[in-house]
């Protein structure tokens, strides 16, 4: 059974920083772009990072530009998003996800484009 965990989440004040976790198991994804997306209440999920399967190249949101930066670890199976300068904006359901196609060259932005999925973790940003 393939599955995504996430985690790190948690509740901090504005200004301050989470490094949340994607680990992976039943599969490797080292082969696969890995995105991180967004929920919050009474709002569509987005975009908030892509990063390619090889590591080299990234997508990012225009309102997390110079604040997040999303990393992977093939390794370890993990993909991580390093969020700083948090802000109360930022609050919402944070959620993983791994495109099914092999070595694509796009970074999807779209979460219809994303085959498999984490459950989630909840970042809460306080002013």
């Known amino acids: 059974q393939v599955q995504l965990v996430e985690s790190g989440g948690g509740s901090v004040q504005a200004g301050g920083s989470l490094r949340l976790s994607c680990t992976a198991s039943?599969?490797?994804?080292?082969?696969?772009?890995m995105g991180w997306f967004r929920q919050a209440p009474g709002k569509e999920r987005e975009v908030v990072a892509v990063i390619r399967w090889t590591g080299g190249n990234t997508y990012y949101a225009d309102f997390v530009k110079g604040r997040f930066t999303i990393s992977r670890d093939n390794a370890k199976n993990t993909v991580y998003l390093q969020m700083n300068s948090l802000k109360p904006e930022d609050t919402a359901v944070y959620y993983c996800?791994?495109?099914?196609?092999?070595?694509?060259?796009?970074?999807?932005?779209?979460?219809?484009?994303?085959?498999?999925w984490g459950q989630g973790t909840q970042v809460t940003v306080s002013s």
């Open positions: 039943g599969r490797t994804f080292s082969s696969n772009n």
């Open positions: 996800a791994a495109d099914g196609r092999d070595y694509s060259i796009y970074l999807k932005t779209g979460p219809l484009s994303y085959d498999y």
